[in-house]
């Protein structure tokens, strides 16, 4: 594990926000480069780790970590699965930090990323990561292709790979979304209907370590469609502006 600096005892300035379901696997390596990551950047921050009910040795794992004195890792359990977009939604709530990373618990993302996806938010509020070239099965890469199709097509976002974890964003960002059931495909919709500038750059993607996807193909296809449909009708009817979602990251902020 990355040695700890004194991150855990200042305000954080980044929150890092990862639900784990049945991963302990690749929970030490990836928060090792998580860890890595944000002691490079130099600025305090913290790691939000969520278990979403985990049956293996996640919650335990995650625990472990976060016990350690000055340890940056927060953890966050819940007491039975509910859903990767509920773990997600939750852990942003909790965030902290000025700038809020998203990514996931199964090492597919690489943390390495993060501090050049930060660096654009100089020039617009939430960056996307693009999966230029996916490590995933033929026919789940092919599914995706076709969610982004029909996301784009209906939501008009401009954003070619929403379902990519790896997500930098301004905290005020976190202020328009709602909790989604595939809250990870939308927020980029959500972010750009409240008008704030959304932009994607390429990043890496490595094949699973450890786990298994939660998310077979009926589930993959009937899930977003669902939430689709309603963001459709939500982006045509949402009233919220940056300054709204500015003033209750503010209100908040001063408790």
């Not at 969520?50 to 953890?75: F, H, I, K, Q, Y």
């Not at 007491?79 to 909790?94: F, I």
């Not at 932009?199 to 490595?206: G, L």
């Amino acid at each position: 594990m990355a040695s700890i600096s004194a991150a855990a005892d200042r305000a954080p300035f980044f929150s890092v926000v990862i639900p784990f379901y049945n991963e302990e696997a690749a929970i030490s390596d990836l928060l090792t480069e998580v860890l890595d990551a944000m002691e490079a950047i130099g600025r305090p921050y913290e790691c939000l780790c969520v278990d979403d009910g985990s049956s293996d040795g996640t919650p335990e794992t995650l625990r472990s970590l976060a016990e350690r004195p000055g340890s940056p890792v927060r953890m966050i359990q819940f007491p039975e699965n509910r859903g990767q977009g509920a773990a997600l939604y939750r852990g942003l709530q909790e965030a902290a930090g000025e700038v809020v990373v998203t990514l996931d618990g199964d090492g597919q993302n690489h943390p390495g990323d993060i501090p050049r996806l930060s660096e654009l938010l100089e020039s617009s509020d939430l960056v996307c990561g693009i999966r230029a070239d996916r490590k995933d099965s033929w026919l789940r890469r092919s599914m995706s292709r076709l969610a982004n199709n029909v996301r784009g097509w209906l939501l008009q976002d401009g954003v070619s790979d929403a379902g990519c974890a790896l997500k930098v964003m301004r905290r005020e960002v976190v202020y328009s979304l709602i909790p989604l059931k595939t809250l990870y495909s939308f927020i980029p919709a959500m972010a750009a209907a409240a008008g704030f500038r959304v932009v994607e750059t390429p990043v890496r993607h490595r094949a699973r370590h450890g786990g298994r996807t939660s998310y077979g193909l009926l589930v993959f296809l009937w899930r977003p469609f669902i939430d689709l449909i309603g963001l459709a009708w939500y982006r045509r009817r949402c009233t919220l502006t940056p300054d709204d979602c500015r003033s209750a990251a503010a209100r908040d902020a001063t408790g």
